[in-house]
């Protein structure tokens, strides 16, 4: 088992002992399915663990307990309904194992959770008191570290207006309360896959970001 503090990227074929895979199939990852990597001068390939863990956790494989869990990429549902966040939470661990989840009650902690650090995927009430979550999307793409996350919505108010206000500040999509079990997924799961898009999800989300 690794150091928990070794922060050092990993060799290609690191990843591939460390997924029991070839090096190959490392290298069509990176070349042809997205995973991050980058080039030393010498032109060898290296990879971050968060990277690897967070493409493994995507691609519904399973993440190796030698990543680290803190290099679990993580889910972060936000709403100041307990009934609505344990709901999510226990409707998508089973669908998505690969990832870890967080909660938080207000759109202040869950700034500062994010500043902490930025989940793969924040899904967000906007109806909240105190920070709002229109407020929370404006701040998180205002800033460098964070303005990449990808944000999925819930609310239980939406128009023509809502959805002008949901352009303007970069959300990915959206999904209607009440919500059912397999629109919540569906929209999660072409949330993770999809950083940017347009049109509309299965199961009844809307995807916004970069839409016409």
Known sequence: ????????????????????????????????????AFTTPGGH??????????????????????????????????????????FVVVALEPVFPGYGFETCASGYDALLRIGARPPALLILDLAMPGVDGFEVCRRIRSLADTRDVRILVMTGVYGQAEEKSMRAIGIDGWIPKPFKLEGLTAAVTAALRSGTGSGATPGGAHRLRNGK
């Open 1 to 36: 088992m690794r150091d928990d503090n070794d922060t050092r990227p990993l060799t290609v074929g690191e990843v591939a002992r460390l997924c029991g895979v070839s090096r190959v199939s490392v290298l069509n990852w990176i070349q042809e399915r997205g995973l991050q």
């Open 45 to 86: 390939h290296r990879l971050q663990r968060r990277d690897v863990a967070e493409f493994l956790a995507r691609q519904s494989m399973p993440v190796p307990a030698d990543l680290g869990p803190e290099t679990r990429p993580t889910i972060l549902v936000v709403d100041d309904e307990h009934a609505i966040r344990d």
